[in-house]
């Protein structure tokens, strides 16, 4: 592998890093709304 491909590897595996974590961090917060709404 040279530079230039070892680089695009880094940057797409921080953007599918920085992908799953917004997508986690939003179900949490959707599932802690959901169970609030059918608690009450």
Not at 7 to 22: D, E, K, N, P
């Amino acid at each position: 592998m040279d530079e230039s491909q070892i680089s695009s590897f880094v940057m797409w595996s921080a953007v599918t890093g920085i992908i799953m974590l917004v997508t986690g961090l939003s179900y949490r917060a959707y599932m802690r709304k959901k169970n609030e709404i059918s608690s009450s």
